[in-house]
């Protein structure tokens, strides 16, 4: 069984940065990927964020060039915010993927972390 917790987040203003964690704990050993989403207000989760294995990553669009997706210490990852906007308001939640056997394709989810920038 793997958990994941996000941590991080809070009260931001525009133009500022916040770096959020995301702490995998359990049997997450082997291949996987990361992946960060987040959901504003009234809409639906969107992704943010991945990161495989051998440190690919990948960004959506609101994200390229102002967040970095990257791996800490053992089975912690990070999403750095800066330059944030007022419409990166909502909860970020961690994914962890599983892309090894008898896992494969099981998708763990933290219960996320709010991220607030107001003025």
């Not at 989760?45 to 991945?50: G, L, Q």
């Not at 051998?54 to 997706?69: N, P």
Request: proline letters at 3%; hydrophobic letters at 30%.
């Amino acid at each position: 069984q793997v958990t994941v917790v996000e941590s991080g987040g809070g009260l931001v203003e525009p133009g500022g940065s916040l770096r959020l964690s995301c702490e995998v704990s359990g049997d997450a050993s082997g291949v996987y990927v990361i992946r960060w989403h987040r959901q504003a207000p009234g809409k639906e989760r969107e992704f943010v964020a991945f990161i495989g294995t051998g440190g690919t990553s990948e960004y959506a669009d609101a994200a390229k060039g102002r967040f970095t997706i990257s791996r800490g210490a053992r089975n912690l990852w990070y999403l750095q915010m800066n330059k944030v906007k007022w419409g990166d308001t909502g909860v970020y939640y961690c994914e962890y993927e599983s892309r090894t056997i008898p896992t494969y394709g099981k998708e763990f989810w933290g219960r996320g972390t709010q991220v607030t920038v107001s003025s």
